[in-house]
T-cell receptor, first 116, second 114 residues
């Protein structure tokens, strides 16, 4: 079984400030981890993914995330927030094999607000 | 290249009716998955199809069914609609190879049940 917990349903930052969105996961098999962004009335766009290899992964729009197995975490960061980053962000986990392969389990989402 | 396309974009149905949602995957992708996103929540997995076979089913009642066609497009069917079925229904396609299970999402179909 897999689950994802996103700490903080709403995060507010000032433009230019650090963005930190927290994600913890539970998985009975080696996980693949993803961050998606969703703008209002749109589908999901992949920001970045971790499958194997380097634990620090870089994504689009200046975002990055670090896979920490010992902490079962995959937090998303961006050094300097931009107004266009305002959206809802979802962390997701998929199993690296077995029946959960390719099936995404999502967290509840974190709405990021960026203030001028 | 065309992305994942879903139709219709919006739909209003009455309780008890049936609905069919359609999805065309990215060319070359053989896997299609369906997700339900209720307002204020994360998407929940409904079905996954790969090479026209069901490869996974989420915790949804039998009123929900799906199929995948030889061209890899897919339909999601929901019978006996309930008010609680109102949601954004997302389709995702994926190569679903050992090297790549990245899912690409469509814009979704917004279903409102009244």
């Amino acid at each position: 079984a897999q689950s994802v917990t996103q700490l903080g349903s709403h995060v507010s930052v000032s433009e230019g400030a650090l963005v930190l969105l927290r994600c913890n996961y539970s998985s009975s098999v080696p996980p693949y981890l993803f961050w998606y962004v969703q703008y209002p009335n749109q589908g999901l766009q992949l920001l970045l993914k971790y499958t194997t290899g380097a634990t620090l992964v870089k994504g689009i729009n200046g975002f990055e995330a670090e896979f920490k197995k010992s902490e079962t975490s995959f937090h998303l960061t961006k050094p300097s927030a931009h107004m266009s980053d305002a959206a809802e962000y979802f962390c997701a986990v998929s199993g690296a094999g077995g029946t959960s392969y390719g099936k995404l389990t999502f967290g509840q989402g974190t709405i990021l607000t960026v203030h001028p | 290249d065309a992305g994942v396309t879903q139709s219709p974009t919006h739909l209003i149905k009455t309780r008890g009716q049936h609905v069919t949602l359609r999805c065309s995957p990215i060319s070359g992708h053989k896997s299609v998955s369906w997700y339900q996103q209720v307002l204020g929540q994360g998407p929940q997995f409904i079905f996954q199809y790969y090479e026209k076979e069901e490869r996974g089913r989420g915790n949804f009642p039998d009123r929900f069914s799906a199929r995948q066609f030889p061209n890899y497009s897919s339909e999601l069917n929901v019978n006996a609609l309930l008010l609680g079925d109102s949601a954004l229904y997302l389709c995702a396609s994926s190569p679903r190879t050992v090297q790549n299970i990245e899912a690409f999402f469509g814009q979704g179909t917004r279903l409102t049940v009244v």
